[in-house]
């Protein structure tokens, strides 16, 4: 009977996925009935982003199911197929010809014959059809059968060797079976001698010698119950690390179809901008934990983060939360000095030294007049606030600041004004000099102010000069 040779071939990478459906693309764009699918050729292949100098792949099964064009295609090139695991092309499209379409009761058309050229994948967002997307990714392995030749009929080892120093145990021995040869193999080593635990022992006797990463169970540390309750449930750093990263590749899963769902239903509800605000708001939420679990994995997974290191680091945490918190620190009371008082004339006198010692002076008595106020309030220096309300305090104290530097400013512009229009005395009246509105002179007795500037003109001549105060009046 002829046998067979079984050869396991390296795994292909795979992905599984619906390339199209009849729902209405979010773009103008025709629909495509999976009925209708006929291939322009025998090969199909897999591009990123329609590119067709990006082929990654080739498909290599389409089957229409209900609405749906679903695919398999193979992924040749792995640092694609890495990136598709991480989720970075996460959706499909199709490249197609139309052949006969139908045009469809709200105005839209759908191809029911046509032609597939191609399968791209797509980053989030950019594909047309809300139901397109790769939601399987495995490796599968190839296998092939060569037929063998008849095998020759077994000899008698015995009559090959040497003088007969060779015996073949047990008789009956056929081409496969081991050979024993005595003063060569040594005898297989007697089993382990299996202990029981004596009742009430706090301290596990090992089956077998340990290994290296084994878990150590120190006696002592723990008590006899404790001890007893906690060994079943001890495993090696490697298996806590495997059943980790399986967890966070768990729960990276579950984000992903909880993010599917808040897409799928932003898809239908896109009038809704109270709806898509609170769907956003969700999904760059699970984006953020999606982010510090893969970068979690990918610690787990190169070495960079040490599982006994954190646990020995949220023991410690505990201990210190364990611990009596210290005593609340408490604001020193100080002596108030006097209120200073602001320096009335500096700013004038340009007495800048003065201006810095009062501004100075000011920022300690209120300083310590807050300390004090706080000591008596019983608070504590270390008391947390919350970011919101200093967001608060600044804002107000932000706003104070615009308000009195408006006010400041609309003030010295009535200063100047007032200032410009002061009344002023210029004595006899003189040719030569030029006058400003409201300035006064004396010319034949009277008193004459200026209505605008003047220059050469005699009071009483034009109507530059009012006559305030009449001679003898």
């Known amino acids: 009977m002829a046998k067979t040779l079984k050869i396991i071939h390296a795994a292909d990478r795979i992905i599984e996925g619906t390339a199209s459906s009849t729902a209405r693309n979010h773009g103008d764009g025709e629909r495509l009935d999976p009925a209708g699918v006929t291939l322009t050729n025998d090969f199909v292949p897999l591009y990123l ?11 290599l099964e389409l089957q229409p199911k209900g609405q749906r064009l679903r695919f398999k295609a193979r992924v040749d090139d792995a640092e694609v197929f890495a990136e598709i ?37 797509a980053k989030k967002w950019t594909n047309a059809n809300p139901d397109a997307e790769v939601d399987a990714v495995y490796s599968e392995e190839r296998s092939s059968e060569v037929e063998l030749a008849e095998s020759p009929p077994a000899v008698d080892v015995t009559r090959r060797l040497a003088d007969g120093a060779v015996k073949i145990e047990p008789p009956g021995w056929k081409a496969g079976d081991p050979i024993f040869v005595p003063g060569l193999d040594a005898p297989a080593p007697p089993p382990l001698p299996v202990y029981k635990k004596p009742p009430g022992s706090p301290v596990r006797i090992a089956r077998r010698a340990r290994k290296r990463g084994d878990p150590i169970l120190v006696p002592g540390l ?135 010692d009062a501004r100075e002076a000011f920022d300690t008595y209120y300083e310590i007049k807050l300390m004090n106020d706080l000591a008596a309030s019983g608070i504590s220096p270390d008391a947390t606030v919350s970011i919101e309300l200093l967001a608060v305090m600044r804002s107000q104290a932000l706003s104070a600041m615009y308000w009195e530097a408006k006010r400041f400013s609309e003030l010295e512009d009535r200063v100047r004004e007032l200032e410009s229009n002061a009344l002023g005395y ?40 009012r006559l305030a105060v009449k001679r003898g009046g």
């Open 49 to 59: 982003s329609h590119d067709k100098s990006r082929q990654v792949g080739q498909v």
């Open 426 to 465: 210029s004595g006899i009246f003189d040719e030569t000099k030029t006058y400003h509105p409201n300035e006064f002179c004396t010319y034949a007795g009277s008193l004459w102010a200026a209505t605008m500037v003047t220059k050469g003109v005699k009071p009483g001549d034009g109507a530059v000069w």
């Open 222 to 356: 723990a008590g006899p119950g404790e001890a007893d309750a906690g060994r079943d449930k001890a495993i090696s750093p490697d298996k806590a690390k495997a059943a980790e990263i399986s967890r966070v590749a768990d729960r990276i899963k579950e984000i992903d179809a909880a993010v599917k769902k808040l897409e799928r239903r932003a898809y239908y509800k896109f009038k809704d901008g109270q709806l898509i605000n609170a769907i956003n708001a969700a999904t760059d939420k699970l984006a953020r934990e999606r982010a510090t679990l893969t970068e979690r994995e990918v610690g787990l997974e190169t070495g960079l983060i040490d599982m006994q290191k954190e646990a020995a680091a949220k023991v410690e945490a505990r201990q210190q939360k364990a611990m009596p918190a210290a005593p609340a620190r408490q604001f020193p009371v100080q002596v108030l000095p006097p209120e200073p008082a602001y320096p009335s004339g500096a700013r004038k006198a340009g007495d800048s030294q003065r201006i810095e």
């Open 85 to 121: 695991e991480r989720g970075e092309w996460p959706t499909c499209s199709v490249g197609s010809k139309t052949v006969r379409a139908e045009r469809l009761s709200d105005n839209s058309y759908i191809a029911r014959e046509w032609q597939i050229t191609e399968i791209s994948l």
